[in-house]
T-cell receptor, first 110, second 112 residues
Framework: TQLLEQSPQFLSIQEGENLTVYCNSS?????LQWYRQEPGEGPVLLVT?????EVKKLKRLTFQFGDARKDSSLHITAAQPGDTGLYLCAVETSGSRLTFGEGTQLTVNP | DAGITQSPRYKITETGRQVTLMCHQT?????MFWYRQDLGHGLRLIYYSAAADITDKGEVPDGYVVSRSKTENFPLTLESATRSQTSVYFC???????????FGSGTRLTVV
């Protein structure tokens, strides 16, 4: 059983559309991270959310941590082709290890 | 240049051969990690290290060996490569502060 379930697995949209991807778990976490990975590169950290109910914005990206700290969402407004990539959520477990969800592969078509 | 570098970027090897993937970081971060990334499985932790000479198994350690004699280097060795070890391997280090995990650009390994 995956610790973190991400949905949808794949998403293909047109430029200018809005989208939301989800990261869910039955466990409670002290914090959760979102990464973006582009082809041929390693994941790059976008944001860390810490407080239940917290909302963080990064330009057109809005991240929310659930009130119970079991889930998180990433909303992109007016998606652009440059947003194309694999979006991963991750949590720190014992020993400072990161455990990842399987990711959402986003394609934004011009 | 500061950062975390992996070498080689691409490697093709034959079944049964030993191969070592290199990882070097310039920050003196205590924690370093090796992950593999496969379709349908995401990123899975192979081994990690909390400091020089301290290593521990992750989720999928079988068939791999690590060492960490120096803080800045964390090589990953496949003792006898198998086709199931064909994957993209990422090294990462963990510093302090908000943006504390940094990943290398990966090594794409193909075992034929």
């Amino acid at each position: 059983t995956q610790l973190l379930e991400q949905s949808p697995q794949f998403l293909s949209i047109q430029e200018g559309e809005n989208l939301t991807v989800y990261c869910n778990s039955s466990s409670v976490f002290s914090s959760l991270q979102w990464y973006r990975q582009e082809p041929g590169e390693g994941p790059v950290l976008l944001v860390t959310v810490v407080t239940g109910g917290e909302v963080k914005k990064l330009k057109r990206l809005t991240f929310q941590f659930g009130d119970a700290r079991k889930d998180s969402s990433l909303h992109i407004t007016a998606a652009q082709p440059g947003d194309t990539g694999l979006y991963l959520c991750a949590v720190e477990t014992s020993g400072s290890r990161l455990t990842f969800g399987e990711g959402t592969q986003l394609t934004v078509n011009p | 240049d500061a950062g975390i570098t992996q070498s080689p970027r691409y490697k093709i090897t034959e079944t049964g051969r030993q191969v070592t993937l290199m990882c070097h970081q310039t920050w003196s971060h205590s924690y370093m990690f090796w992950y593999r990334q496969d379709l349908g499985h995401g990123l899975r932790l192979i081994y990690y290290s909390a400091a020089a000479d301290i290593t521990d198994k992750g989720e999928v350690p079988d068939g791999y060996v690590v060492s960490r004699s120096k803080t800045e280097n964390f090589p990953l060795t496949l003792e006898s490569a198998t086709r199931s070890q064909t994957s993209v391997y990422f090294c990462a280090s963990r510093g302090t502060g908000v943006f504390r995990y940094t990943f290398g650009s990966g090594t794409r390994l193909t075992v034929v």
